[in-house]
């Protein structure tokens, strides 16, 4: 990052951490790993303030984008990349209404190969329906998580820089994603996880060579309750038919 002395804040082309976190659906912090290890281009002013280029942020989604195209991950396929500015965010109803005719949609946060694609694989198989979206890393699956707000999240315990127990935290004090299900899948048994403890109370967790088995149903009981959630009329009206 540079830290030479730069011109004051240009609104057209520079942001601050605060607006890249909202424009991203991420924590400040989760903002300033991503400046610190160089993914985001940034100054700093007089005052010690981090100055985001816009180009740079950019850049970043672009890159996210070619990737998860790359990797079979058909991410952001239903709108033009988003750029950095307050009026490409949806309001709240234009989010309703995209939500009530889109498939649905999970985001896979897992940095082994291996596990991806034996998820992908169940997926493919159980769950056609579903647009499965895939990171390596807590920050990138966190970027896509703000980005396409999706039914389910799935995250590994063990992953590079910030760890799957901090990422649930986060994820689960956040209001931008109330109301999105969580599925923990993890290598460790039960006694190895009880240091997360702490983070994964309440969640359904899924030990790997469990995930053939024990996956599919779980994503339907969870994508059962996000309908709920999203389409509450719809759930009240099924139960009042008999037929249904």
């Known amino acids: 990052m540079d830290h030479t002395d730069s011109p004051a804040l240009d609104s057209a082309n520079d942001m601050t951490t605060r607006e890249v976190a909202q424009l991203l659906g991420l924590a400040v912090r989760s903002v300033q790993l991503m400046v610190d290890r160089g993914d985001l281009h940034a100054w700093k002013t007089t005052g010690g303030h981090r100055r985001i280029s816009r180009e740079s942020v950019s850049r ?14 058909a991410t952001f396929s239903d709108a033009p990349t988003p750029t950095p ?29 291996h596990f991806q694609n034996v998820i992908r694989l169940l997926l493919r198989h159980t769950h056609p329906s579903v647009r499965l979206h895939v990171a390596s890393d807590a920050v990138t699956g966190l970027a896509l998580c703000g980005a396409i707000r999706p039914d389910v999240l799935i995250v590994d315990i063990l992953l590079p820089g910030v760890d799957g127990a901090t990422l649930v935290q986060s994820v689960r004090s956040q209001p931008l994603f109330e109301g999105m299900q969580l599925v923990v899948v993890t290598a460790l048994d039960r006694a190895a996880r009880l240091p997360y403890a702490w983070a994964l109370s309440g969640l359904p967790v899924i030990e790997k060579h469990h995930l053939a088995r024990e996956l599919p149903p779980t994503l339907s009981m969870l994508l059962t309750a996000r309908r709920a959630i999203t389409h509450p009329d719809e ?10």
């Open 60 to 73: 970043w989604l672009s890159g996210r984008q070619k990737q998860n195209q790359e990797t079979g991950a």
């Open 85 to 113: 500015s307050a009026q490409t965010a949806p309001s709240p109803s234009a989010r309703r209404r995209a939500s009530d005719s889109r498939e649905p949609a999970i985001v896979l946060i897992e940095d082994s190969a």
């Open 235 to 244: 759930l009240a009206s099924t139960r009042g038919n008999p037929l249904a």
